[in-house]
């Protein structure tokens, strides 16, 4: 069992920056990733980062303002969001993913999520 308690969120007008992060209790040697949810849609990948810090992949639309990170000795990943548009504003999840995933893009491949942390961007 492992639980992801996710803290960061907020209200920001755009251009303007956050950072969420996710406390991992248990084991932290697994891939981790954010996705995010926009109202009546289906939760979507935003970024990916393995066990050791590397490799890093982001969905296109966050390429150089968002950054995904992790220290596995304080068992927290983080999300640092940069330039913040209207467009971001979602539920964001925090996920662990299965030892057996196959492919990190799909929400499918990830067995522990956090509890979603709100985030808004004024225009």
């Known amino acids: 069992q492992a639980q992801l308690v996710e803290s960061g969120g907020g209200l920001v007008q755009a251009g303007g920056a956050l950072r969420l992060s996710c406390a991992v209790s248990?084991?932290?040697?697994?891939?981790m990733a954010w996705f995010r949810q926009f109202p009546g849609k289906e939760r979507e990948f935003v970024a990916y980062?393995?066990?050791?810090?590397?490799?890093?992949y982001y969905v296109d639309s966050v390429k150089g303002r968002f950054t995904i990170s992790r220290d596995n000795a304080k068992n927290t990943a983080y999300l640092q969001m940069n330039s913040l548009k209207p467009e971001d504003t979602a539920v964001y999840f925090c996920a662990r993913r299965k030892p057996s995933g196959s492919n990190w893009r799909l929400a499918s491949d990830y067995d522990y999520w956090g509890q979603g942390a709100q985030v808004t961007v004024s225009s």
């Open positions: 980062i393995g066990w050791s810090g590397s490799p890093t």
């Open positions: 248990g084991r932290t040697f697994y891939a």
